[in-house]
């Protein structure tokens, strides 16, 4: 075996970048750590999403952490900041989207049993509080990831990444 060389690399990204995006995007709504909304751009662009709200808190670019992480990644996924993610909840719905919660809640399955059907709005909230309460009412299904350690959750942007790459693979 032998690593791609970089330019063999780049070949392969523009080939994929011109296939279409899966009809999939994701809401990070009161995102902290600006680092992480980096990490989610890169890894929604890795995925294939086709856009990335940024709602509440959350930081969007032009800035400097967000493009530590995201590496232009932040300058290749389409995104639109928002204050509130109510409304846009309800448009996208209207859309025909189905609105997915990343979170630990009664009823939630666990993100390896969803298979989306068609357009997938997955939603993730702050690092601390999780997804408000408020958006729970929103969601059609809410997903998580099974902890088999003595920590109740991963990082944000790891389980954005767990669940966006299942999400893109069951779309296909």
Known sequence: MKKLTHQEIITRQSIKSKEERSPFCAVLNNIRSLYN????????????????????????????????????????????????????LRHLRGEGYKIVLLEQMRGSILYQDFTPEGKTCLVVGNEISGVSDELLSLCDVALEIEMRGSKNSLNVSVAFGIAAYHITTQLR
């Open 37 to 88: 909304v980096g990490s989610m751009f890169r890894t929604a662009d890795g995925a294939g999403l086709e856009k990335l709200w940024l709602c509440g808190i959350t930081g969007y670019p032009p800035n400097n952490m967000i493009s530590k992480t995201a590496l232009g990644a932040e300058n290749l996924i389409p995104w639109e900041h928002r204050q509130g993610a109510i409304g846009l």
